[in-house]
């Protein structure tokens, strides 16, 4: 009954004094809006797109037909609208894109007041 | 407070009767606003310190270090509207926080801040202390009893039955403390103690009556009235706006002055803790030391206290919450007869001597 | 006496997520419960059967969003197995090493939420503060927190994993599980809300299908690691522990957590001694015609036995899926032994089964 609670008193004082060692380590807090995130290689954000063919492919592997191929009478791209508001940066349509033309870059931050701000048009029509 | 009293009487125009009035009306304001400032802090205090317990900032928006943060939250807290629920009882779901918050404000009004500053300088200040201290517990009972709420419902019957269990152990510990010292009167008490603090003499009286302390204040861990992750907020689960301020301003304000009680009870009120004061020790028998004084020893009142609030937090950053269940038995069937034995032996130590 | 129903969720700070229990209360013992389920659902089962095969692999992550790579590693081997497509070795590794890092992390939530339901406050800020190395080091290899899409039919997306990070942070779990141990492990606190609480016996517990961690806690030894092909090659040992009641689940997930380090070490051991840069990638699209037949694929996922059934008809989406999660089986036995328990062990019971509610609902 003593040494039970004694014990007792023992681990207490033990996990109080690990809890005490945190209070003289560096703080991990990433204060976000001043220090951004480092992003790796593979990180997948906004979409970047050049020199795309219009094949369609990544149309057909997303997910969430998030994809709007808008093409001119000739069958060149005119438009290509990603849908923000459906997209969720699985990256298929980067993974499965047989010309490497579509790229996702290391920008996250989406968010817009107006919901049609979301339909963004990416495709880069060269100079 | 005596001092400006005589002087106040002096003045010929002025009736005795409108002088004790002044006294006591510029005795509370300051009493007010020290309670505001004192909360205030305590609230950035608790905020900071959990936050470096866990490799955390703590808040460091507003202002510097984030200094301003609890202005700008109570700012908010009182901007924003009162809901109330229909089926609830008004009247009483109306005065509940402000008696709990008023019952507190008493409490700070009986503590001997230094040898002069004494508001309500009473005999038994002790007893009327703890008169005073039950008094939020029922508010909350009424608080959650009258919002309707079935988290707030339980919350509250949680916390009548821990008032069961803490409040005896408290007055059996504060029995041996007056045991001890030989009266009730807080200033008394504190005098007592110029030679050895009362925790020199009366450990196990310390322990028990913290760990009392820590269920009267629904600290960690005897938080289950307002167990967040079980009943959402306990009591206060249907409040906003002014009236949770007044709740949550008025549990800081609990803490501190419990706190405070703990130290003139153990650890030599506003004492200082190596026999001299400091303004003594530097400037030497001056008159304008003995004006110093006063405030020294108010700094060493609220430095003690702040390492009691300190442990408190502490203890909040590290342990798991208790159960109803356990926290009966554990003070029922363990700190209970602990502290009857605590009294026999100081009954007895009191008669050999 | 009348009797109070108490309406626990949907809505509820310790319910994780969405799950509603109807309590009846007598006083604060609880009479009878009702766990409804349902509020998260998106039917991702249905959502297999419109849906080509590579558009459905980035929604598998997100059936258990706290071990993503159990889900994509079910639904991979159920694909592969079907069609017969050889995995690599080195991608076996790389697949067993992410798997049990989401395992190491899947715990250290647990663990720190557990502990935020029983009242302290610091164990989840650690946990949380170990997770987020994991976290981290998944993003910088797969692109994104918690939705991989890593594992692809036939293989791994990339091989270029930065295995000296991974070395350092399973090495820093392993120091900071000793940690946690001291803070929790033997404080009485702890004990009196854990031990003797919520006891399961081995007779309930294979009743009511329980498996994973919560059944290992009971006793019964199983862990379908043990007979899973990649694990072939790999040492670890089965943690058992025989009380059942929470105290017991929570030394389970916590040796578990030392194990998965191991498993992780000698993966990373494996993959260092082979270079990495010039293997062949098997990340292709299938245009082939997919196999007929049905197929069911498991894995021992950290909430529990994953299975995932697959059936294809030789189209190009899936005739059917259906998965099977642990955390499902976890909830149905709270009806059971929520019974005659008080009030405030009902957050440490259903807190030490490690449910999920996304994994619940689909
Ligand atoms: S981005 Fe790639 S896959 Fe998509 S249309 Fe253009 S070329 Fe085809
Ligand atoms: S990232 Fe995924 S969801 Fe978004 S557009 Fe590409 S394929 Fe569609």
């Known amino acids: 009954m003593v040494k039970k609670i004694f014990l007792s008193i023992k681990a207490i004082l033990k996990g109080h004094f690990a809890v005490l060692k945190h209070l003289f380590r560096q703080p991990v807090t990433m204060e976000y809006p001043e220090v951004h995130p480092f992003l790796s290689p593979y990180f997948r954000g906004r979409h970047v797109l050049e020199g795309c063919r219009g094949c369609g492919l990544c149309k057909r592997v997303c997910p969430s037909d998030a994809i709007i191929i808008e093409k001119n009478d000739n069958h060149y791209v005119n438009k290509y609208v990603i849908d923000y508001s459906k997209c969720i940066f699985c990256g298929n349509c980067m993974f499965y894109c047989p010309t490497h033309s579509m790229k996702m870059s290391g920008n996250y931050e989406l968010a817009k007041t107006r919901k049609s701000d979301l339909l963004t048009d990416i495709y880069f029509k060269g100079v | ?57 703590g808040p460091n928006r507003v202002g510097l270090w984030g200094v301003l943060q609890t202005t700008a939250d109570a700012i908010k807290l009182l901007c924003k509207e009162n809901i109330e629920l229909l089926s609830s009882d008004k009247f009483i779901f109306t005065i509940a926080p402000i008696m709990a918050f008023a019952s507190v404000i008493l409490l700070w009004c009986l503590i001997p801040y230094n040898s ?65 010292s030989g009266t009730m009167d807080l200033d008394k008490i504190v005098l007592f103690q110029s030679k050895t603090w009362m925790i020199f003499s009366n450990v196990l009286g310390f322990l028990i009556f913290f760990i009392a302390t820590l269920a009267k204040l629904n600290r960690c861990p005897f938080d289950l009235s307002e167990a967040e992750s079980e009943i959402v907020c306990g009591y206060h689960t249907e409040y906003s706006g002014m009236r949770f301020a007044m709740f949550f301003l008025g549990e800081y304000a609990e803490l501190f002055v419990m706190s405070m009680l703990v130290v003139i009870l153990f650890f030599g009120g506003y004492l200082p803790p190596f026999g001299m004061y400091l303004a003594n020790a530097f400037m030497g028998n001056c008159e304008f030391c003995s004006y110093l004084i006063y405030f020294e020893q108010t700094i060493w009142l609220f430095i003690k206290t702040l390492i009691i609030v300190f442990v408190i937090i502490w203890i909040r950053a590290t342990l798991p919450r208790l159960t109803q269940v356990s926290t009966l038995n554990m003070f029922w069937k363990y700190i209970i007869p602990i502290s009857i034995f605590n009294l026999i032996m100081i009954i007895m130590m009191r008669a050999l001597w | 006496m009348d009797k109070m129903v108490l309406n626990l969720g949907p809505q509820h700070p310790s319910t994780h997520g969405v799950l509603r229990l109807l309590l009846e209360l007598d006083g604060e013992i609880i009479t009878s419960v009702e766990p409804e389920v349902g509020y998260l659902h998106r039917s991702l089962e249905k959502m297999a059967e419109s849906k080509s095969y590579i558009q459905y692999l980035p929604m598998v992550d997100r059936v258990d969003y706290l071990s993503g790579f159990f889900y994509s590693y079910a639904f991979c081997n159920a694909y592969e197995t079907l069609n017969h497509i050889q995995v690599p070795e080195y991608a076996n590794y790389i697949r067993v090493m992410f798997m049990e890092l989401n395992r190491l992390a899947s715990h250290l939530l647990w663990l720190g939420t557990y502990l935020l339901d029983l009242g302290a406050i610091s164990p989840m800020f650690y946990t949380f503060r170990e997770r987020e190395d994991i976290v981290t080091y998944f993003e910088k290899v797969t692109g994104q927190r918690l939705m991989y899409n890593y594992f692809v039919f036939g293989g791994v997306r990339h091989c270029d994993i930065y295995l000296d990070e991974a070395l350092r942070i399973v090495d820093n779990i392993y120091n900071k599980i000793d940690e946690y141990e001291d803070i929790i492990t033997e404080n009485p606190v702890f004990l009196s809300r854990t031990k003797d609480v919520g006891i399961i016996s081995k007779q309930k517990a294979l009743d009511w299908g329980l498996t994973g961690p919560n059944l290992r806690a009971s006793g019964i030894l199983q862990d379908y690691r043990s007979i899973m092909p990649i694990y072939d090659d790999l040492e670890f040992d089965i943690i058992l522990s025989s009380e059942g009641d929470c105290y017991s689940r929570y030394i389970v997930r916590i040796y578990e957590m030392r194990e998965s380090v191991y498993i992780i070490k000698q993966c990373i051991e494996y993959l260092q001694n082979i270079n990495l840069s010039n293997v062949p990638l098997n990340n292709f699209y299938h245009k082939q015609k997919q196999h007929e037949g049905e197929i069911y694929s498991f894995v021992e996922a950290p909430r529990g036995l994953t299975m995932c059934y697959l059936k294809s008809v030789g189209e190009d989406t899936p005739y059917r899926v259906k998965w099977r999660t642990g955390s499902y089986y976890s909830t149905q036995i709270l009806k059971d032994i929520l019974k005659g328990v008080y009030l405030s062990d009902v957050m440490s019971i259903y807190g030490s089964l490690d449910v999920v509610l996304p994994e619940v609902d689909r």
């Open chain 2, 1 to 57: 407070m005596n001092y400006l009293l005589c002087t106040l009487f002096e003045i010929k125009w002025l009736p005795d009767i409108w002088a004790v009035i002044l006294v006591s009306v510029i005795g509370f304001g300051v009493v007010i606003s020290l309670l505001i400032l004192t909360v205030l802090f305590l609230v950035l205090a608790e905020r900071k310190l959990l936050g470096f317990f866990t490799q955390r900032k």
């Open chain 2, 116 to 180: 002069e500053f004494h508001l309500i300088n009473s005999s038994v200040g002790v007893l009327l202390y703890f008169a005073i201290a039950s008094l939020p517990m029922i508010f909350h009972f009424l608080a959650g009893y009258s919002s309707n709420n079935k988290y707030s419902l339980i919350g509250s019957y949680r916390s009548l039955g821990l008032t069961c269990s803490y409040s005896i152990v408290l007055m059996l510990s504060v029995m041996s403390v007056i045991l001890v």
